[in-house]
């Protein structure tokens, strides 16, 4: 039975309320709110904002917006605050949420699978130059984020977007986030299995679904039949990573628990192997029991990958089993380990049905509306209108004859967005930072492409795939702790014993190959202006010291 957060009860009919707190575990009987974000989703469904959006906030403008939907719910429809202009990264924790608020929202578009037809990457285009100030972020989840956006446009851009089958439906909030897909699902020559049907069908059964509505935190899903293991599975509260069954072929090997930020975990396999066709109900079970066994009395223990960590794969599997399949699982194998360093499916790769894909980078993810109008008219020009975002802030376009491939490379890098990156440009990501982010400490954005430059001018000679993350605060929403350079933000003293800009070293992190967490460096923060610097020395010596096959 669904649980819905006016009547939590109903997903755990058996169970008596509980007059003990507890972990806020609706099924031990704890429905009570212990806190305001579970007092906000009891109070009304996140989904219902988008009513009130409709017919009252759009019409009267920002001030109108009632406070609790203002920062709460109307993250189920993607639409975050922005960071008010000019305040410094030193008053992010001192100021109160509405003194750090602009006028003007983030806005998510999710992308499950990250498929993209053109006619619908053209209409993400004309709303950023039309809506956004030509504003454009491809992130690390295969979404678009766009900023700038007036309250007034929104029932528009809304209207527009669900013209072309794209949404914005629970791309932020304690929601089911967009879906990752493998980005050459389908087309790839060395696919195990294209795990495509899965994605959409959990879209269309459950995405927009009250029955998923209120989750103790976010919840993210990522599938892939790829043996690159290109979704970052390993971080995931849910991934279906494509194996092959020596008795039953290729199917889906299950994974739950991973996730970043405040202790950071690897997710863990439970020994299941999952045919295409059953991804979405065991997908459902796995949300369902996060849904009704996941923490809510403290935000920090409300992801997924803390109920994993105290009952062990074997206790997650029976749970699954016995209460929300009701029939056993069949025990499988573990994806081989990924051949190359390289993930993100960048330069041109030859395609099943012999035409090609060309994965290019942009710079740590940020492109513009008009970018993005001219990627779907080359992506017309030279494929067949298909499109697809990554997990590392890429683009690819498929399905392009041989003979076009020069001329779509070469376009692509007019646009400065070479299918040839450097290690550098191939492997630096930034997060929003605090040029639009209300939790931001440092800038990132920036920052991360004038480090390219950099160490493209200062290193022209480094061939080996590297990853640099760069994120604003001390959250993970780019990454760091599985970065080979983790660069978490904040304040840090100069030689002059002043406060400015800088950054919290980790080195050493990874997913894929040999997955595993960058180690906190103590003591080892840079500046700003000494990051160039401290990355060059890193990089030489590591050239310099490295033994054969180190990474
Ligand atoms: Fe904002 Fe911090 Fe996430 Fe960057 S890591 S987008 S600064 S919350």
Redesign the pocket.
Known sequence: MAATPQNPAAATPRRKVSRHRGEGQWAAGHFTPLNGNEQFKKDDDGLNVRTRIETIYSKRGFDSIDPNDLRGRMRWWGLYTQRKPGIDGGKTAILEPEELDDKYFMLRVRIDGGRLTTRQLKVIGEISQEFARGSADITDRQNIQLHWIRIEDVPEIWNRLEAVGLSTTEACGDTPRVIIGSPVAGIAEDEIIDGSSAVEEIHRRFIGSKEFSNLPRKFKTAVSGSPLLDVAHEINDVAFVGVEHPEHGPGFDLWVGGGLSTNPKIGVRLGAWVPLEEVPDVWAGVIGIFRDYGYRRLRTRARLKFLVADWGPEKFRQVLQDEYLKRELTDGPAPAQPVERWRDHVGVHRQKDGRFYVGFAPRVGRVDGATLTKIAELAEAHGSGRVRTTVEQKMIVLDVEEAQVESLVEALESLDLTAKPSPFRRGTMA????EY?????VE?KQRGSSLIDELERRIPEFDEPITINI????????RIQVADIGLK?QLVLNDQGEQVEGYQVHLGGALGLEAGFGRKVRGLKVTADELPDYVERVLKRFQAEREDGER
């Open positions: 997060c929003t930072g605090i982010c209300k939790l931001a400490i990132t994120n604003g605060c001390p959250n993970a929403c780019a933000g």
